[in-house]
């Protein structure tokens, strides 16, 4: 078993700091990326809303919560232990389970059999929807 990301918050109010911190993030590369796609002022003002720099500071947020990488067995024990709620989905026949703990005693899982990455970014995005979003 192995852990990803940095963020693991313990609170919600541990969640919303960690949010705010991300948002000049967002606002630098929302920023540098219509530099290179050569936006003019105009267009800039135009397109650049507050929803699109929100967007970005919730994917980065996301992007960078903590998530457990294991076994189904490491999940399973994890699991056993866990006193909270967990929503998973995926295959039951498959080897591998990714999964994160919010700060709610709610957690969420994903299973999968050989794109550790592409499970892992699957299941920011469901964290931080079932998770995170309401409470930010």
């Known amino acids: 078993m192995h852990t990803v990301g940095t963020f693991a918050p313990s609170s919600v109010e541990e969640a919303r700091e960690q949010f705010e911190s991300v ?3 967002a606002q630098t590369v929302v920023r540098e990326v219509t530099k290179v796609m050569e936006f003019d002022p105009d267009e800039y003002d135009d397109r650049v809303t507050g ?3 929100e967007t970005a500071r919730d994917a980065l947020f996301a992007s960078l919560l903590e998530v457990q990488v294991g ?3 490491e999940y399973e ?3 056993d232990a866990y ?5 998973k989905v995926g295959h039951e ?4 389970v990714v999964w994160h703990a919010g700060p709610e005693g709610e957690a969420v899982a ?3 059999q050989d794109e550790e990455a592409a499970a892992v970014a699957t299941l920011r995005r ?4 079932r998770l995170y979003r309401e409470q930010l």
């Open 126 to 129: 469901q964290a931080f929807g």
């Open 110 to 112: 994903a299973t999968f």
């Open 51 to 53: 929803e699109v720099v």
């Open 23 to 25: 948002g000049p993030a």
């Open 93 to 96: 026949r498959v080897d591998h």
């Open 83 to 87: 006193d909270g709620g967990v929503t």
């Open 71 to 73: 076994t189904r067995e």
């Open 77 to 79: 024990s994890w699991r």
